[in-house]
């Protein structure tokens, strides 16, 4: 119970709550009320940058979620023409991120950064087929040990407004774990190919545990 209520912080967290804390106290001066809304907004802050341990699988044969949140698309299409993949098919499934979600973003899969290009963008609803064109986003272009390779794209929402991403390329990370995180709502898609699917539009998932497909 304990680890439920008192929670790690992600880094990016600290300033806003620290904001939030004295907005609070400023509004408790002014009213009660209005600091115990602060309050509230201050709690829905600090667990929106909650940065829970994860278990990844630890198994190359699998892809695990990204991003916590519910899969609201299962798509067959070519691959992201920012990155020079629109002659290719890849399988890719959209992980919506509500504002009640733990945001921080994880590695599918053991690999190395091979490329990184983020683009502007607008700031529409995140839930719809077109944020994946229209909206802010930030690809990341990720190969493993056995040459595969797969592309997360870090996509901006409606209250989303800024994309965080702690790797560069070059730099290999290990299945599950954190390479950035998107703030106030938004999305992530996975392109892959050669691996079965295993997860089903309408689940919820959890970044770093949730087995989206399994390898060919």
């Not at 201050?42 to 929106?48: K, L």
Request: charged share 25%; net charge positive; glycine share 8%.
């Amino acid at each position: 119970m304990f680890n439920f209520i008192v929670q790690k912080l992600h880094k990016e967290g600290y300033r806003f709550v620290a904001i939030a804390a004295v907005i609070t106290f400023i509004l408790l001066l002014i009213n009660n009320y209005l600091g115990l809304i602060g309050l509230v907004i201050t709690i829905w802050v600090y667990y929106f940058f909650r940065d829970p341990d994860r278990f990844p699988i630890k198994d190359e044969n699998y892809l695990l979620s990204p991003a916590d949140g519910k899969i609201t698309q299962i798509m067959e299409m070519e691959g992201p023409k920012e990155l020079g993949l629109e002659g290719k098919k890849y399988t890719r499934i959209s992980v919506f991120m509500d504002v009640l979600c733990c945001h921080v973003n994880r590695f599918p899969y053991t690999g190395t950064v091979d490329k990184i290009f983020y683009k502007a963008g607008k700031f529409i609803n995140a839930t719809l087929d077109k944020a994946s064109e229209d909206n802010e986003r930030n690809y990341v272009k990720i190969k493993n040990s056995n040459g595969d390779e797969i592309v997360v794209v870090q996509i901006a929402g409606m209250i989303a407004r800024r994309i965080v991403c702690d790797v560069k390329e070059g730099d290999t990370l290990n299945q599950g774990d954190r390479f950035g995180m998107i703030r106030f709502g938004s999305r992530v898609d996975i392109y892959f190919q050669n691996y079965n699917l295993l997860a089903r539009k309408g689940q919820n998932t959890v970044a770093g545990e949730t087995l989206l497909a399994k390898k060919n």
